[in-house]
């Protein structure tokens, strides 16, 4: 009955591939995101979700694009993989749009050799 | 934008010491405060936050933390501290109003407790 679920846990793969990380949250709340946490743990986020709706979309290469299928979901599917996208990414929830307590998945560790 | 600053990079302590670790940050406007710990090989988890109400919050484990909205601060403490208290500290701001209304980190302090 994990809170904020994230698959998979660790991806490594080569620059140029193209992939895609999920995340769902059993919550029942209206907000996702998605944040990347760099190696010398600096988080930082990526985007957000409401309802379905983008609402925050920080400078982000566009190789980077999140899906929302539904108010539980969002995945996060990346493009032509390069070096500098190694890092830990993390999925988050909330119950109402940005303020409200955020809780977090375990976070997909990727390694693009 | 506003910025998050957690001075204390890393931080040793012995069991049983007592342990302040430092947040400032840089928002003028009303904002709500967290602090997160990550356990090694672990995702964030909420160990106490502030909304509005008494300024001396207290978390799970112990922990505690105080605003002092003159100082713009939000310092956990944790009168003393065990040797499972080893993790990274993210202290976080959310402001509650202008266009920036995103949660924002401050780079982390690494806690190691030794026994």
């Known amino acids: 009955d994990t809170a904020v679920s994230q698959t998979p846990k660790y991806l490594v793969t080569q620059m140029g591939n193209d992939k895609s990380i999920k995340c769902e949250q059993n919550?029942?709340?209206?907000?996702m995101y998605w944040y990347k946490q760099d190696s010398k743990k600096f988080l930082k986020i990526m985007f957000s979700?409401?309802?379905?709706?983008?609402?925050i979309n920080e400078t982000v290469p566009n190789r980077f694009s999140p899906k929302s299928p539904d108010k539980a979901h969002l995945n996060l599917h990346i493009n032509s993989l390069e070096l500098g996208d190694s890092a830990v990414y993390f999925c988050?929830?909330?119950?109402?749009?940005?303020?409200?307590?955020?809780?977090f998945g375990p976070g997909t560790r990727l390694t693009v050799l | 934008a506003q910025s998050v600053s957690q001075h204390n990079h890393h931080v040793i302590l012995s069991e049983a010491a007592s342990l302040e670790l430092g947040c400032n940050y840089s928002y003028g406007g009303t904002v709500n405060l967290f602090w997160y710990v990550q356990y090694p090989g672990q995702h964030l988890q909420l160990l106490l936050k502030y909304f509005s109400g008494d300024p001396l919050v207290k978390g799970i484990k112990g922990f505690e933390a105080e605003f002092i909205k003159s100082k713009f601060s939000f310092n956990l403490r944790k009168p003393s501290v065990q040797w499972s208290d080893t993790a990274e500290y993210f202290c976080a701001v959310n402001p509650l109003s202008g266009s920036a209304r995103q949660l924002t980190f401050g780079s982390g302090t690494q806690l190691t407790v030794l026994p």
């Open positions: 979700y409401n309802n379905k709706e983008l609402i």
């Open positions: 919550l029942g709340h209206d907000t």
């Open positions: 988050a929830s909330s119950q109402g749009p940005v303020t409200d307590t955020q809780y």
